[in-house]
């Protein structure tokens, strides 16, 4: 068992590593030139030099209102998602440049090899490192917190970043909610309540 978890950690520090330098590798804008798909959705890439109103207009917005138009939210659900747009320049953060990012990096899209682990299913673009994190946390990976020490050693993340992980969570919640219904209610209100007190 001790041979095995000590694996396994080099393997997510390994990991960590080696996502720290895909993102750092850079992207031209945040977007891409070509259109996406998020699981079965159409993902907006079109390219902007600004991530707050890229994340609003291109990840945040079309998915509170299909949620919304399914049942998924009530309208204080969507009211609460609309402040915390109204004030993402002020919630996002310092200012990063766009990285070249998975863009759907849950746990089930990381594959474990016996030295570290290989990414599939990427909806890849130009976006904010924190995002790819921030999906980490959001269905659990097996030794994150290695994979952070090593992502902090290649590359520190900026101040705050732990307080902005709901508000980088707030997509895929928005995604979920969209395809799974009122199931995933409850989660997206807690991610924009916690996001607005960032």
Known sequence: MGARHS???????????RLARMHDAGAESFGADWSGYIG???????????????????RLLPY?????????????????????????????????PPARIHGDLWSGNVLWQPDTATVIDPAAHGGHRETDLAMLALFGLPHLEEVLAAYQEETPLADGWRQRVPLHQLHPLLVHAALFGSGYRAATRDAAKAALRG
């Open 7 to 17: 694996r396994q950690r080099v393997a997510a520090r390994r990991f960590g590593a």
């Open 40 to 58: 079965p959705l159409p993902l907006d890439n079109t390219p902007s030099t600004d991530w707050s109103e890229f994340y609003a207009r291109r």
């Open 64 to 96: 509170l209102r299909r949620a919304s138009d399914v049942g998924a939210l009530r309208p204080a659900d969507v009211a609460l998602v609309e402040r915390v747009i109204e004030r993402l320049p002020e919630l996002a953060g310092p200012s990063e």
